[in-house]
């Protein structure tokens, strides 16, 4: 305990430091400090306002390293103790692999949607026939890539609709038999309606990162499209759903997918693994969503959002760690988001983006080591965010009129916070050390060290994390009993 006292007035000093010197660091940053960080130094400096302000200890933190930059006077006086004030402010990520928790890419394959055949009736076998394939699928019919790996220098794109009752698949005949390598911008454009695509792995393999973009790109007439059960890897956006011409991609479903990265993103390209801008009613099920750092650029990633003026989108049951080690590494990592970081008006569905997304569900989600909020809500209106378990993340945000937020139900060690207009309803929610509840928290061994009161179930969310039926009375957070992650 007194060791955390020193640590906590060392934080202090410091940051008060940073802010005294960046509101008065005479001509070399006059003019790039506002006259409200000087009255907030000043407010500071005689007690009338806490030293961060709204600000989190981690984003007051990055916000100081940022305006140190180019000062290289300052920059060596200051950025020393902030990089290790930052490592012990931010909890650090254990080491070894981190559990699955059930989600991502299963080991077999998921049993067929409503319509679907998994007989083949077009089978390729080299990159070439890949491509011929898709471009001449015909409704009900079923692509089926024989094993291999697949290298491919350019698009994939679809030729012709399917149905509601004959879909036209795309698989592997089990997990991890086909590894398709795109050196291109995008992999699988997608284009045509009634498409899924299961099984495969996809895996980006360009020199500079912002030459892969997206391994699916779904836009335009592409509604009821379907991706589940992939692993998909080295991408910046690795799922792009957007709308072209006034068509938009409404009513998609991503699930059971692992989307990764096996290094930082060296791009000033979004990062978000599900990009989906505009579209209407996608769900987004029991993923595993990990290690989207981006490191060029703003340097703030999302792990998946919905904005661009859609509705009525679901966020649920996922696994998302935004960093699986290092968590204090430079930029800013968001878990989930409805807004992200806004849209532009030629983008948005309305033209306008007044709400830059209505009627979006998130629930059920574990989101883990974000130096950054767990769950964003920008500029997005009637959002309800129920039974969610962060851990090490800076909680819960909702900022920007018209922003309004329903909390319910979520288990949480940082904060819930509404600012710049937005409206929050915050009801049974935890606010609680995850490593008190949980035997290792932070290592996702979620069995239970300590058992919480009950709270009433709400209808909207009849099911927990594990797709388990939830009782009158449940828990707080995702799991709805306290011994499912043991």
């Known amino acids: 305990m007194n060791r955390l006292r020193k640590v906590g007035r060392v934080l202090g000093l410091t940051m008060l430091a940073v802010l005294l010197a960046l509101a008065a660091g005479g001509y070399l940053i006059r003019d790039r400090i506002s006259p409200e960080l000087r009255r907030h130094a000043a407010n500071v400096w005689q007690g009338k306002a806490p030293l961060t302000g709204e600000r989190t200890t981690g984003e007051f933190i990055r ?4 305006r140190l930059e180019g000062h290289p006077n300052l920059e060596s006086l200051l950025l020393p103790p902030l990089h ?3 490592a012990r402010a931010e909890r650090p990520v254990p080491a070894g692999p981190l559990p699955a928790l059930g989600k991502g890419q299963q080991a077999q394959s998921l049993q067929p949607l409503p319509g679907q055949t ?4 077009i089978q390729a076998a080299s990159a070439a026939e890949i491509v011929t394939a898709l471009s001449s699928a015909k409704a009900g019919q079923t692509v089926l890539i024989k094993p291999g790996t697949y290298r491919l220098n350019g698009k994939i794109e679809t030729g012709f609709p399917g149905s509601k009752k004959q879909p036209i698949t795309v698989r592997a005949s089990a997990p991890g038999q086909v590894n398709i390598e795109f050196d291109t911008v995008e992999g699988f454009a997608v284009s045509q309606a009634f498409w899924i695509f299961e099984n495969l792995i996809v895996s980006g393999v360009c020199k500079e990162h912002s030459d892969c973009e997206h391994a699916f790109h779904v836009f335009g007439k592409a509604h009821h499209t379907v991706i589940r059960n992939n692993i998909i890897k080295d991408f910046n956006a690795h799922i792009k759903v957007n709308g072209l011409d006034g068509d938009w991609p409404d009513d998609g479903l991503v699930q059971f997918n692992t989307l990764t990265n096996t290094k930082r993103r060296e791009t000033h390209l979004p990062v978000t693994p599900v990009d989906i801008v505009g579209a209407n009613q996608w769900t ?3 993923n595993l969503v990990t290690n989207f750092i981006k490191g060029d650029g703003d340097k703030i990633s999302y792990g ?3 904005k661009g003026a859609g509705r009525g989108g679901r966020i649920e049951r996922n696994l998302i760690v935004c960093t699986p080690q290092d968590i204090s590494q430079p930029g800013s990592r968001v878990g989930l988001s409805f807004g992200g970081g806004g849209t532009g008006k030629a983008y948005c569905r309305d033209q306008r983006c007044d709400a830059e997304y209505t009627a979006g569900l998130a629930a059920n989600n574990i989101v883990a080591h974000c130096n ?10 009637a959002i309800v965010i129920a039974h969610n378990t962060l851990i090490n993340t800076a909680g819960i945000d909702v900022r920007r009129g018209p922003a ?3 909390a319910y139900g979520n288990l949480l060690d940082g904060r819930i916070r509404q600012r710049d207009g937005g409206q929050l309803k915050s009801e049974m929610n935890e606010l609680l050390s995850m490593q008190a509840i949980y035997a290792n928290a932070d290592a996702l061994e979620l069995g239970c060290r300590k058992h919480l009161d009950n709270v009433p179930s709400i209808a909207l969310v009849p099911k927990d994390f594990n797709s388990q039926a939830r009782s009158d009375g449940t828990l707080a957070g995702a799991l ?6 043991q």
Not at 118 to 121: F, L, N, P, R, S
Not at 480 to 485: E, L, Y
């Open 372 to 381: 950054d909020f767990g769950i964003d809500v920008n500029q997005s209106s």
């Open 284 to 286: 987004l099920a029991d």
């Open 84 to 86: 290790w004030l930052q």
């Open 480 to 485: 709805g009993r306290c011994d499912q992650g």
């Open 118 to 121: 998994v007989q083949a009736e």
């Open 63 to 66: 916000y100081a390293v940022r």
């Open 304 to 306: 998946m959002f919905m």
């Open 404 to 406: 309004s937020a329903q």
